[in-house]
């Protein structure tokens, strides 16, 4: 199979076959050991890693969407349930009251903290172990162009 214009030829496609398949097989693999270890979804725990790294007054609701590529509405969904758990508060503040702040409670902090060892080691053992340095350095500056060309085009 040959291409035009913009096509993929055969290679192209495989790349993003394998790119796209070892991804998610990735991704369901930590959730799933995630979810057995701590009882959290990734995206649980993608949320409470942003909001732990972030000052302590707080992430805007709109900073931390675009950090973890949520959109507005499903972030919104995600942190009223975990408000509702207990893990994270939200505030307006007092100079804007059109932005919200969120920030993690102290038993967001502690389910972060419980869950983070394990879930560390299963990146580890499932993603890091198999890379070399060169890969690294080549995962690390792909998707930094990519990230970059997004936010320019995007």
């Known amino acids: 199979m040959s291409t035009t214009g913009r096509g993929l030829s055969r ?11 070892g991804l998610s097989a990735l991704i369901q693999a930590l959730d799933c050991r995630l979810r057995d270890e701590s009882g959290l979804s990734v995206d649980d ?3 409470l890693r942003a909001v732990w790294a972030a000052p302590k007054t707080g992430i805007p609701m709109s900073e ?12 919104t969904h995600v942190i009223q349930r975990m408000e509702a758990k207990g893990w994270v508060q939200r505030r307006t503040l007092d100079e804007d009251k059109r932005v919200k702040m969120v920030s993690l409670t102290a038993k967001g902090e502690q389910i972060f903290g419980d869950a983070w060892p394990s879930h560390a080691e ?3 053992e499932l993603f890091l172990d198999q890379l070399t340095n060169d890969d690294r350095t080549s995962i690390e500056n792909t998707f930094s162009r990519i990230r970059k060309n997004l936010r320019r085009n995007g």
């Open 122 to 124: 299963a990146i580890r």
């Open 45 to 47: 725990f993608g949320v």
């Open 64 to 75: 931390l969407a675009g950090e973890l590529s949520f959109s507005v509405s499903r972030l």
């Open 11 to 21: 290679r192209d496609l495989a790349t993003w076959v394998r790119f796209t398949s």
